[in-house]
């Protein structure tokens, strides 16, 4: 008798199995390679998660994407000097400031899976996002940054890869504690109005007193909340087997996330905080970790085999807890989808 076992890669680039006696021993060379995509993977927490992924046991092919082709390539290549044997990475370039582009990066990936030159997928991973200014900026599509790039690109491009996304796959969708009003997380909590209105920077009636930095800042945690959202309502319309979970990092400073604000901020986040994490987790919050710390856990939830069931949940790190009172709203969850599909094919 014999079983599949061994993947590998033939001189035509098709990833393949090598038929194995089915009483071989069973080990890491008994898996196959599989897919696991992550937006954002070449810094901060998506960086840290790629490295976890490939420092472990697999086999995994992981793919980082960012819009910044060198960038990508420089973590690529140090992310290969820490991989496990037999774990693959690569690196593709996709702006998720534009729905064309994630609609061919999307098809893509489809169609080299289809042809067998790229793994079976086993997790996408939505964690780019950006984190707005004190200037509301538009994607080239014209919606607010926050909301096109946090929520709608990762939308598209889930949607696009659904042909490709069978048992055991899963999504995980970065999240994070500031859609919570009642964590108290540093940041103007969320306000809700509607998905079309929310695509074109117009928040709810709690963001009515707000100065332009502060409606930034709202925008962002009003963007998450579309992500825990958008994560259960997929969860409703996925296939048996195939499973959408959402992550909170926590607060990780240094990432980059504060790229767009203003100078003072941008230099607190990057130079300051990070050197003073003990101090921000007695002052601000005691949820406050490092890139490693998160991206481990963000790994965990997209390799984990005993997650294989678990699904429609919220994880703080690696621990299951309820998200905020809104988001379970399955009337809001319901418009956001329906919005959201109107909107990335118009």
């Known amino acids: 008798m014999y079983a599949y076992n061994l993947s590998l890669v033939d001189v035509s680039g098709r990833f393949h199995t090598e038929v194995m006696p089915a009483d071989a021993p069973t080990n890491r060379s008994s898996r196959t390679i599989r897919t696991i995509l992550i937006t954002g993977g070449t810094s901060g927490i998506g960086l840290a998660a790629a490295k976890s992924v490939l420092q472990s046991e697999g086999p995994w092919h992981v793919i980082v994407a960012n819009r910044d082709a060198t960038r990508a390539q420089s973590a690529v290549d140090e ?55 004190a200037s509301m900026t538009t994607t080239e599509d014209g919606f607010e940054s926050s909301f096109g790039v946090n929520h709608l690109a990762h939308f598209l491009l889930v949607e696009e890869l659904r042909p490709v996304l069978a048992a055991p796959a899963r999504v995980v969708v970065v999240a994070s504690d500031t859609h919570d009003p009642a964590m108290k997380a540093g940041v103007p909590v969320p306000a809700w109005s509607t998905a079309r209105e929310l695509a074109h ?7 009515s007193k707000d100065g332009a930095f502060v409606a930034g800042q709202r925008r962002y945690s009003t963007s998450k909340l579309a992500n825990v959202f958008y994560t259960y309502e997929l969860d409703r319309r996925l296939p048996d087997g195939v499973t959408a979970n959402a992550f909170n990092p926590g607060l990780v400073p240094g990432t980059g996330l504060q790229r767009s604000a203003p100078a003072p901020v941008r230099i607190i986040a990057k130079h300051i905080l990070p050197r003073m994490t003990w101090l921000v987790r007695r002052v ?3 949820n406050v970790h490092t890139a490693e710390e998160s991206g481990s856990a963000l790994a965990y939830l997209a390799t984990d085999p005993g997650l294989n069931a678990t699904t429609g949940t919220y994880f703080d790190g690696r621990t299951p807890i309820p998200s905020s009172e809104e988001s379970y709203d399955t009337a809001k969850a319901e418009e956001l989808w329906t919005t959201s599909e109107a909107l990335v094919q118009a």
């Open 79 to 133: 992310l290969r000097k820490a991989a496990r044997t037999g774990n693959t990475v690569e690196s593709l370039s996709v702006d998720l400031a534009s729905l064309a582009a994630v609609r061919s990066f999307a098809a893509d990936l489809v169609s080299r899976a289809a042809a067998g030159t790229l793994p079976p997928f086993h997790a996408v991973v939505c964690n780019a996002g950006v984190q707005a200014g």
């Open 201 to 207: 920077g117009t928040l709810g009636p709690l963001s």
């Open 284 to 286: 601000m919050t005691p």
